[in-house]
């Protein structure tokens, strides 16, 4: 069972929008950054957003994140095939002082 | 260009040992924290252990406290990850990762390195 929760799994049409949500409390999301990682089928994690919001150089803007009290949210418009992939939250627990993950969300672009 | 690559997985049997590295290149090593990540065949991301990036301090998952330790040497631009008594639940491929330069997310990742525990 993992401390963040995500959906298991969302779909959606390619050129249409979905969003990845993550679930957490007052030691982790509520009081720490957030971030996203986006797994490609049999590749290492690729940092999405940092910082709640913020997309690394080379990351498109079809890509957004949010957050909100103890949750946070990953958006995706434009939905393109290339996007099917594993997405992960991530933040820092002030109670466990270690790292946590979301449990992961499998993306299908119908 | 930062790359990391991470070495020293394999098959061990249960209770056994293996010290995994990661090496780092394209950055200046010392100015940044590390953390080691796994991911079971299958499942998800799991932390398991970072690092400042002097080595003043070290965190990590319940899961492997006791068993598992990270270290770093500066000067050969290495990160290490000493895992003793081992068990089937450890099995999984085990990344290694860059912080950002205020440790608030993970800018690089290496391709990993497979840990087989098994009798």
């Known amino acids: 069972q993992s401390v963040l929760t995500q959906p298991p799994s969302v779909s959606a049409a390619p050129g249409q929008k979905v969003t990845i949500s993550c679930s957490g409390s007052s030691s982790n999301i509520g009081n720490n950054y957030v971030s996203w990682y986006q797994q490609l089928p049999g590749t290492a994690p690729k940092l999405l957003i940092y910082?709640?919001?913020k997309r690394p150089s080379g990351i498109p803007d079809r890509f957004s994140g949010s957050k909100s009290g103890t949750s946070a949210t990953l958006g995706i418009t434009g939905l393109q095939t290339g996007d099917e992939a594993d997405y992960y939250c991530?933040?820092?627990?002030?109670?466990?002082?270690?790292?946590?993950f979301g449990g992961g969300t499998k993306l299908t672009v119908l | 260009e930062v790359q990391l690559v991470e070495s020293g997985g394999g098959l061990v049997k249960p209770g056994g040992s293996l010290r995994l590295s990661c090496a780092a290149s394209?950055?200046?090593?010392?100015?940044?924290?590390m953390m080691w990540v796994r991911q079971a065949p299958g499942k998800g991301l799991e932390y398991v252990s970072s690092?400042?990036?002097?080595?003043?301090?070290?965190y990590y998952a319940d899961s492997v406290k006791g068993r598992f330790t990270i270290s770093r040497d500066n000067a050969k631009n290495s990160l290490y990850l000493q895992m003793n008594s081992l068990r089937a639940e450890d099995t999984a491929v085990y990344y290694c990762?860059?912080?950002?330069?205020?440790?608030?997310?993970?800018?690089?990742w290496g391709q990993g390195t497979l840990v087989t525990v098994s009798s």
């Open positions: 991530a933040t820092w627990d002030s109670s466990l002082s270690a790292w946590v």
């Open positions: 394209g950055f200046t090593f010392s100015s940044y924290s």
């Open positions: 990762a860059r912080s950002d330069i205020v440790a608030r997310s993970w800018d690089y």
């Open positions: 690092i400042g990036s002097s080595g003043s301090y070290m």
């Open positions: 910082d709640n919001n």
